[in-house]
């Protein structure tokens, strides 16, 4: 049972245009959502969270958006760079103070053409 | 420079043995935690602890286990009873639990069966 779910694999991007990463949940009890980057062989990088009490969250180049009543988020990018060309998992934390528990969902790959 | 240092970076294990990853932090968090990542798959969560010397299990303990005698260290022991280790093992560190904020990752610890 996937309480987070990243329906697309990967995701091909020209330089300069918008990547937009999409991310879905089951459980109604989370309430804070993270993006994570990762490159191959190395742990994931912290990108943008946001809480449930907004909608959205951006942070220079990156946006999040959260859209509680379809239980979904999404990061856009904008612009894309080549740099960008990594692995992106959505997660998610629940509001039962058990701590910052996350569960992740699968991953999606972004390749950033130049 | 704070962080997470995972070692070693590649451990192969032969067939009955117990092998132990190490992580160390020196963010002074509260929590710390253990993923797996197998090839094309999201983080599932092996371990956590919230406190010194106390520990809970993840999704997936079984075949693993772990101690925390130390604010700063959580080792991680794969034991023979786990049958398929083969894996990209990750450690996560955060503040303590009703502080909503990101867990940070080491760079990981690839273990391959000989």
């Known amino acids: 049972d996937q309480q987070v779910k990243q329906n697309s694999p990967s995701l091909s991007v020209q330089e300069g245009r918008i990547s937009i990463l999409n991310c879905d949940y089951t459980n109604s009890m989370f309430d804070y959502f993270l993006w994570y980057k990762k490159y191959p062989a190395e742990g994931p990088t912290f990108l943008i969270s946001?809480?449930?009490?907004?909608d959205k969250n951006e942070d220079g180049r990156f946006t999040v958006f959260l859209n509680k009543s379809a239980k979904h988020l999404s990061l856009h990018i904008v612009p894309s760079q080549p740099g960008d060309s990594a692995v992106y998992f959505c997660?998610?934390?629940?509001?039962?103070?058990?701590?910052?528990?996350?569960?992740f969902g699968g991953g999606t790959r972004l390749m950033v053409k130049p | 420079d704070g962080g997470i240092t995972q070692s070693p970076k590649y451990l192969f294990r032969k067939e009955g043995q117990n092998v132990t990853l190490s992580c160390e932090q020196n963010?002074?968090?509260?929590?710390m935690y253990w993923y797996r990542q197998d090839p094309g798959q999201g983080l599932r969560l092996i371990y956590y602890?919230?406190?010194?010397?106390?520990?809970q299990k993840g999704d997936i303990a079984e075949g693993y286990s772990v101690s925390r005698e130390k604010k700063e260290s959580f080792p991680l022991t794969v034991t023979s009873a786990q049958k398929n280790p083969t894996a990209f093992y990750l450690c996560?560190?955060?503040?303590?639990?009703?502080?909503?904020?990101?867990?940070?990752f080491g760079d990981g610890t690839r273990l391959s069966i000989l």
């Open positions: 946001i809480s449930s009490i907004k």
């Open positions: 602890s919230q406190i010194v010397n106390d520990f």
């Open positions: 997660a998610a934390s629940p509001n039962n103070n058990a701590g910052n528990m996350l569960t």
């Open positions: 963010l002074n968090h509260d929590a």
């Open positions: 996560a560190s955060s503040r303590k639990a009703g502080v909503r904020q990101p867990q940070h």
